[in-house]
């Protein structure tokens, strides 16, 4: 897996360089190590194992992990009707 310090952009790369170089490769580690050999899973269902783990399973953070992703990608009336719903 790339080390953050080999992210391109002349020693200051920005979080859109990050998140663009260290995700896939974070991705595809963790469909080697954490599916068995015949699964498929996508890249949405890694991705929603990372943050369950990264958040210990618990539920608050989880959820605020993707009202956050919402309100990040300007969804914002969105985030008020998920909200609603908890």
Same mark, same amino acid.
């Given at each position: 897996?790339?080390? &953050?310090?080999?992210?391109?952009?002349? *020693?200051?790369? %920005?979080?859109?360089?990050?998140?663009?170089?260290?995700?896939? /490769?974070?991705?595809?580690?963790?469909? /080697?190590?954490?599916?068995? /050999?015949?699964?498929?899973?996508?890249?949405?269902?890694?991705? *929603?194992?990372?943050?369950?783990?990264?958040? /210990?399973?618990?539920?608050?953070?989880?959820?605020?992990?993707?009202?956050?992703? &919402?309100?990040? %990608?300007?969804?914002?009336?969105?985030?008020?009707?998920?909200?609603?719903?908890?």
């Amino acid at each position: 897996m790339k080390n &953050l310090n080999d992210v391109p952009n002349n *020693g200051n790369p %920005s979080s859109d360089d990050i998140i663009h170089n260290v995700m896939p /490769q974070l991705i595809q580690t963790i469909k /080697q190590k954490a599916y068995v /050999q015949d699964a498929a899973p996508s890249d949405a269902e890694v991705l *929603g194992l990372i943050v369950s783990k990264f958040n /210990q399973w618990d539920r608050d953070s989880i959820f605020e992990t993707f009202v956050e992703a &919402l309100e990040d %990608s300007n969804h914002h009336s969105d985030v008020e009707i998920v909200r609603e719903l908890v």
